[in-house]
């Protein structure tokens, strides 16, 4: 069975600083995808950023990046000049391609992302 | 447009009661989820529908929880004789296709007293 795993429950950073979430995970697949989801007080799971395993290159989605390390089953989020605006839980997510045709994702435990001003 | 609408937000009933959860995906869209999120955790995938039809529901815990999606849009979430063990967040999804990214609702949070 696929695991996802986050090590650190809370974070903490000042506005317009760098900060790094981390996620490891566990499969013995070598296609898959890899999905970083925020979650603000309203509950809505939003996209923040996705990964396909056979893809070298790390994605990147404007102030938000990826460090992916395959080998290491590794998927650290970047997010560079934090805004207040992304202050809110994050999950890291794991997905084998379409069984059954269904994104079963599996979701690690989740990171309390806080922006200070 | 609109997004995935989920209702009702708040729900609080007692042990024993029967629910109901209603989730009206993004128009079009055939692929619907349902995961449940407990406190402190991330999701738990459910049950996956494609059109009307269960694809997967190798997540639901047990028979007293079941999904509907007769026409192959709003979906209900049942669950019967409910206990307290069964509070949690109740997220609904849904893709255009199998493989587009998942758009989710703000979901249902479900107390059971």
């Known amino acids: 069975a696929q695991t996802v795993t986050q090590s650190q429950p809370e974070m903490s950073v000042q506005e317009a600083e760098t900060v790094t979430l981390s996620c490891t995970y566990d499969?013995?697949?070598?296609?898959?995808?890899l999905f970083w989801y925020k979650q603000p007080p309203s509950r809505q799971m939003i996209l923040v950023i996705r990964q396909e395993a056979y893809k070298q290159q790390n994605a990147t989605e404007n102030r938000f990046s990826v460090n992916f390390q395959k080998a290491a089953k590794s998927f650290s989020l970047k997010i560079s000049d934090s805004q207040l605006g992304d202050t809110a839980m994050y999950f890291c997510?794991?997905?084998?391609?379409?069984?059954?045709?269904?994104?079963?994702?599996?979701f690690g435990q989740g990171t309390r992302l806080t922006i200070n001003p | 447009g609109a997004g995935v609408s989920q209702t009702p937000s708040n729900k609080v009933t007692e042990k024993g009661k029967y629910v109901e959860l209603r989730c009206d995906p993004i128009?079009?869209?055939?692929?619907l989820y349902w995961y449940r999120q407990s406190l402190g955790q991330g999701p738990e995938f459910l049950i996956y529908?494609?059109?009307?039809?269960?694809?997967?529901d190798s997540g639901l815990p047990n028979d007293r929880f079941f999904a509907v999606r007769p026409e192959g849009s709003v979906s209900t979430l049942k669950i019967q004789r409910t206990e307290r063990g069964d509070s949690a967040v109740y997220l609904c999804a849904s893709s255009l296709i199998q493989n587009s990214p998942l758009h989710f609702g703000n979901g249902t949070r479900l107390t059971v007293t």
């Open positions: 499969t013995s697949e070598n296609n898959y995808y």
């Open positions: 997510a794991f997905t084998l391609p379409l069984i059954q045709g269904a994104q079963k994702l599996v």
């Open positions: 128009s079009g869209h055939t692929a």
């Open positions: 529908f494609q059109g009307t039809g269960a694809a997967d």
